[in-house]
């Protein structure tokens, strides 16, 4: 499977506790993307990834959130001090930036539910 | 305020019929606008795009329309079949932001096809 892939799928945690979350991206896809998703809510956009340049971090929901694409390829997305309010899916999304307009491929999320 | 505006939350169709889903949208920079498809505990599932030099862009049984001057585009699904029940969103995107504003997000309308 070449899709974008997203560990874990469930994530279960107690507040004040961390997380992080990793997104393999379609392999050649340049551009990545996180959401969250509430529930009865589209997802919402939170930063993109050109590379490993991250040039898009102004609508993360807060200072304890930051993402990581260290080189380009993977990506992390870290939640420190969570709350319940941090519970949702957490979708990662890809696309191969070019001269033309490209779709985002999503994938599957990890579902995040704070204790 | 809701920049993608998906008014319907459910739609129930007969199968065989067509199928209309719309969407609004209030941010005139925007110039880029897709369809995507959520099955439960899946992540979305890009289906078709317009961009706005375009009024129409059909593949298979799918065709989105565009109509610029009302700020409206719609999907059209003929005939439906019982695999095409699933969440819908309108989502839509500003080249301005070359990439970097991400896509915004209707709230979804939830497609139920009836046998």
């Known amino acids: 499977d070449t899709g974008v892939s997203q560990n874990p799928r469930h994530k279960i945690t107690k507040r004040g506790q961390n997380v992080t979350f990793r997104c393999d991206p379609i392999s050649e896809h340049n551009r990545l993307y996180w959401y969250r998703q509430t529930l009865g809510q589209g997802p919402e956009f939170l930063t993109y990834?050109?590379?490993?340049?991250?040039?898009?971090k102004s609508r993360l929901l807060s200072d304890r959130f930051s993402a990581e694409r260290p080189k380009g390829s993977f990506s992390t997305l870290e939640i420190q001090r969570t709350e319940q309010g941090d519970s949702a899916m957490y979708l990662c999304a890809s696309s191969l930036a070019g001269t033309g307009r490209a779709p985002l491929h999503f994938g599957n999320g990890t579902r995040l539910t704070v204790t | 305020d809701q920049q993608v505006k998906q008014n319907s939350p459910s739609l129930s169709v007969q199968e065989g019929r067509i199928s209309i889903l719309n969407c609004d949208y209030t941010?005139?920079?925007?110039?880029?606008f897709l369809w995507y498809k959520k099955y439960p505990a899946e992540g979305p599932t890009f289906l078709i795009s317009i961009s706005s030099i375009k009024d129409k862009n059909e593949d298979g049984r799918f065709t989105v329309f565009l109509n610029k001057s009302a700020k409206h585009l719609s999907l059209h699904i003929v005939p439906s079949q019982p695999g095409d029940s699933a969440v819908y969103f309108c989502?839509?995107?500003?080249?301005?932001?070359?990439?970097?504003?991400?896509?915004?997000f209707g709230k979804g309308t939830h497609l139920i096809i009836q046998p």
């Open positions: 990834f050109q590379n490993e340049a991250q040039l898009e």
């Open positions: 989502a839509a995107s500003a080249l301005s932001g070359g990439g970097a504003d991400g896509l915004t």
């Open positions: 941010n005139s920079m925007f110039d880029y």
